[in-house]
């Protein structure tokens, strides 16, 4: 029986807004991330340069040829997550076995971590384990959250500020220590790996106006971050208080300044949390988030780590990367690359 999803793969980031840009568009907020990671990575990669060492590709799924999701494997970092879009499972299982096909002509590293709405995950998930054996286990659990309006707290005492280039030092060494210390609030163990999905680094955040600071007698002590607006969305991340100056207020304070600022704009406003972290939820209810949506990232153990993956039937490569051998099984016909 012909399927009636197929699944085109992508390296140039262009090209995937040209093709799906009226799907981010239409739920800008939903489709934020995506939107702020490719728009990004078109900015910055120029057309038939050196290709990142790193995985680095997009997948548009289509429904009878219209475009219906957008996924990617863009995270500069281990695991290389891939983000999966909220698809049926059929669609979902074929995109696993698109990505599977796509990881093992390139050389990539495996793919064991996932993240996106529940039950599509779990279909990708399931479709990868059955493949290449191993088990899958529930990591950081997310909400994504949007406020049409703000509610302003009782301001601290203090001040809010654009990040400089003088701040770049604490700026950087507090976009390092983030995740770890988010985990612990989330009543998790920090993973000692773990670095913060951010778009750029701090010096590029900063000289783009995407960084805001909460200072009380000169002394910085709070961080907020917030995205340039992609499709009229502007995404808040990361926002950080270190131990000594949280439960002041500061974090409340400062990200409802900042998403007031967005929304006197003219721009949406959306950002995510740690489900499991109380403190974070809490904050953002306060101030008038609402949530949107969850998602779920799942990670797979495998049962030998390092081991190839066949090409999986149901799937056909296309066009390899620049930085790997063109290598085309026979028996695949329903993906392509771009």
């Known amino acids: 029986m012909t399927s009636a999803y197929s699944v085109e793969l992508f390296d140039d980031p262009a090209a995937v807004l040209g093709v799906a840009g009226d799907l981010l568009a239409a739920q800008p907020v939903v489709w934020s991330v995506v939107a702020t990671v490719t728009r990004q990575a078109a900015r910055s990669s120029t057309p038939g340069g050196p290709r990142p060492e790193h995985p680095m590709w997009w997948a548009v799924v289509r429904e009878h040829g219209a475009v219906v999701g957008v996924s990617m494997r863009t995270m500069p970092y281990a695991p290389h997550t891939v983000w999966v879009p909220d698809l049926p499972q059929e669609a979902a299982r074929l ?32 479709e990868v384990v ?56 989330a009543g998790r163990a920090p993973d000692e790996d773990a670095e913060p999905l951010l778009i750029g680094g701090a010096r590029e955040r900063i000289e783009e106006g995407a960084v805001w600071l909460w200072e009380v007698d000169g002394e910085v002590v709070q961080l907020t971050g917030a995205l340039p607006p992609s499709f009229g969305v502007v995404r808040i991340g990361p926002v950080y208080t270190p131990r000594e100056h949280r439960g002041r207020g500061y974090a409340r304070a400062l990200v409802a300044d900042v998403a007031q600022r967005v929304l006197d704009d003219g721009h949406r406003v959306c950002l995510y949390t740690d489900k499991g ?62």
């Open 95 to 126: 995109l696993a076995r698109a990505a599977l096909d796509r990881t093992a002509r390139a050389g990539d590293a495996p793919l064991t971590s996932a993240n996106g709405p529940d039950a599509a995950v779990r279909a990708f998930t399931d």
């Open 130 to 185: 059955r493949t290449t054996g191993g088990t899958a286990r529930e990591d950081r659990p997310e909400r994504l959250w949007e406020a049409t309006r703000i509610v302003r707290p009782t301001p601290p005492s203090g001040h809010a500020r654009l990040a400089t280039l003088a701040d770049l030092d604490v700026v950087t060494a507090w976009f390092d220590v983030f995740h770890q210390e988010a985990d612990d609030q």
């Open 277 to 338: 972290n109380p403190v974070s939820n809490h904050v953002y209810a306060a101030i008038g988030f609402e949530p949107v949506l969850d998602q779920v990232n799942l990670v797979v153990d495998p049962v030998a780590p390092g081991r190839a993956v066949a090409s999986v039937p149901g799937t056909t490569p296309g066009t390899a990367p620049d930085t790997a051998p063109e290598r085309t099984p026979p028996s695949v016909p329903a993906t392509k690359e771009s």
